[in-house]
C-alpha cells in the first residue's frame, strides 16, 4: 500500500521536469495518488511533460490570477474525479525588477504582480477548490527560508513571508472543513524559477557549506518527499506548519 493510496491529488506548477511539481507528481503516482495537473502558458509544453509521469494524468488551464481560471476550475476538475483530498502549490513568478538588488528601487506595480501570483494566489487555489474537500484534506505550499533576508531574493522574500502567513491564516479558517494547510520550506534548487532569479547561482553555491546535512541543489526529491508526507494521513494534527527541508540551514547562524 502507498502512502497516498487512494487520494485525488491536483498539483499545481510542473512546467520542467526539473520543477519541484513535477517530482512530487511522480512521487505522488508513485505512492498511489490519482494526479491531476494544472498548467500555466505553454499548456503543450505541460503536456509533453506529463506524459514522462509513471502515468500521464489530464492537464487542466490555470492561470492562478485569472478570476474566470478560477471559477471554472472545480467544474473542470469534476470532469475527471469526483472529489480532491490534496491540493500542491508549486507557483512563483516575480517580475525581474522585483530581484537581484534593486529592492529600493521596485514600483509597486511589480511587487503586486508577485504578490498575487505568488501569494495570494494560495488563498485563490484553496477557495476555488474547497467545494471538491468534502471530507477534508490537505493543502501543501513551496516557501523559501524568509525569515532573514539574502542579497538577491528581494521582494520574492517578502512574498514568501506572506505566503506563510497566508498559510497560517487559512489553517486557521480552512480547520473547520477539517483541511489541512502547511509549507515546505525547501533550500535552492536548480529549477526555471531559480534560474530567474540573478544572482541565485551564488545563493545556491553557499547552501551546501553551511547546510549540516550538505545541500544537492540538483536533488528536488527530498522536498518532495516532505510534501508527499504532509499530503498523506501521517500528519492528521499538523496545521499552519512549515516543514524545512533545506540540510539544517535555517538553522544555523553563520
Ligand atoms: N527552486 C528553488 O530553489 C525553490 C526553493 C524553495 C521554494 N521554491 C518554490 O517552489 C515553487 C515551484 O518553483 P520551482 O522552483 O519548481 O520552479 P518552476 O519554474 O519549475 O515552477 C514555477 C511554476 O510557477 C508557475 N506559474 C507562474 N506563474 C503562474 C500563474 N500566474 N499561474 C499558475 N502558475 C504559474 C509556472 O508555470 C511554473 O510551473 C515556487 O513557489 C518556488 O518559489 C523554489
Keep these: 500500500m502507498g502512502l ?24 505522488c503516482q508513485e505512492q498511489g495518488a490519482t494526479v491531476l495537473l494544472t498548467g500555466y502558458g505553454r499548456l503543450s509544453l505541460v503536456e509533453r511533460i506529463a506524459q514522462r509521469l509513471p502515468e500521464a494524468p489530464p492537464v487542466l488551464e490555470l492561470d492562478v490570477t485569472d478570476d474566470e481560471h478560477l471559477a471554472s476550475l472545480a467544474d473542470r476538475i469534476r470532469e475527471h474525479v469526483d472529489g480532491i483530498d490534496g491540493i500542491v502549490h508549486s507557483i ?27 501569494t ?27 525569515e532573514v533576508t539574502f542579497p538577491v531574493y528581494d521582494w ?12 497560517r491564516y487559512l489553517a486557521r479558517y480552512l480547520g473547520e ?14 529549477t526555471m524559477a531559480a534560474r530567474s532569479i540573478p544572482g541565485f547561482a551564488e545563493l545556491a553555491d553557499a547552501w551546501p557549506a553551511r547546510a549540516p546535512l550538505g545541500w544537492d541543489t540538483n536533488n528536488p526529491e527530498p522536498a518532495a518527499r516532505a510534501v ?3 499530503l498523506s494521513d501521517w500528519f492528521p494534527a499538523t496545521t499552519g506548519e512549515t516543514v524545512h527541508v533545506d540540510g539544517g540551514f535555517h538553522s544555523t547562524g553563520a
Excluded at 529592492?103 to 511587487?111: E, Y
Design 92 to 118: 512563483g513568478f516575480t517580475p525581474q525588477e522585483a530581484l537581484g538588488g534593486n529592492f529600493l528601487n521596485t514600483s509597486w506595480q511589480d511587487v503586486a504582480t508577485a504578490m498575487h501570483t505568488s
Design 4 to 27: 497516498l493510496e487512494g487520494k485525488r491529488i491536483l498539483v499545481t506548477g510542473v512546467i520542467t521536469d526539473s520543477s519541484i511539481a513535477y517530482h512530487v507528481a511522480r512521487m
Design 228 to 230: 508527499v508526507a504532509l
Design 156 to 167: 520574492m522574500g517578502v512574498a514568501k513571508a506572506g505566503l506563510a502567513s497566508t498559510a
Design 177 to 190: 472543513h477539517d483541511v489541512r494547510v502547511n509549507l515546505v520550506s525547501a533550500g535552492p534548487l536548480r
Design 120 to 146: 495570494f494566489s494560495l488563498k485563490s487555489l484553496s477557495t476555488a477548490v474547497l467545494p471538491l474537500m468534502k471530507d477534508g484534506g490537505s493543502i501543501v505550499a513551496m516557501d523559501f527560508e524568509n
